[in-house]
């Protein structure tokens, strides 16, 4: 027997796998009960509905993401060689399958029908990512190892991200992980000086 919080993580990596196959109307917690093995009112006892479920889901992904982050800060010195991690991090979950897409980025495209719960969380996580992107890029800059293609890091922060998030939906499109770095390796030659 597993105990509440076992439970309730394995309700949310189930969504979370769910949500990168089809998004956030794609499921429903009857597919999540058939894969956990629990009945849909176990579900509603951890997760009311959906958008409390999903909201959860999203908030624990940025903190994933901020402590992805803060472990590369801490271990990888270089701006560029920071970009360069980032992109090889999603390089790999794409080409193993591990992780093809960013839940919050497949989620992005759906803000217009998802609660607003949701939609905020999915906004602070891009908001997260923008501010670290930008940082690094003004580091870079400030050190001469990148070069801002806009003369603004927060403009080339979101260029970054678009790219990096349009790279996975290249990969997805065409069926072929390969994409991913074709698309992202020119990106990180434009930004180094």
Known sequence: ???ASTTADDILRCARSL???G??????????SKVVGIRNASIHHHFPGKADLVRVLVARYRQEAEAGIAE???????????LRA?????EACITDMSAPFCVCALLASEIPVLP??????????????????SSVLDRGAKDGSLRLTTGSADADAEMFMATVHGAMLSARAYGDPL???????????????
């Open 1 to 3: 027997m597993t105990n």
């Open 179 to 193: 994409t991913f770095g074709t698309v992202t390796r020119p990106l990180l030659t434009r930004l180094t000086a």
């Open 23 to 32: 998004g956030y109307n794609s499921f429903s917690y009857a597919d999540i």
């Open 19 to 21: 949500i990168v196959a």
């Open 116 to 133: 607003e719960a949701v939609a905020l969380e999915v906004r602070a996580h891009f908001r997260m990512l923008s501010a670290w992107l």
């Open 72 to 82: 590369l800060e801490r271990n990888v010195a270089a701006p560029l060689d920071q």
């Open 86 to 90: 980032y992109v090889g991090y999603w």
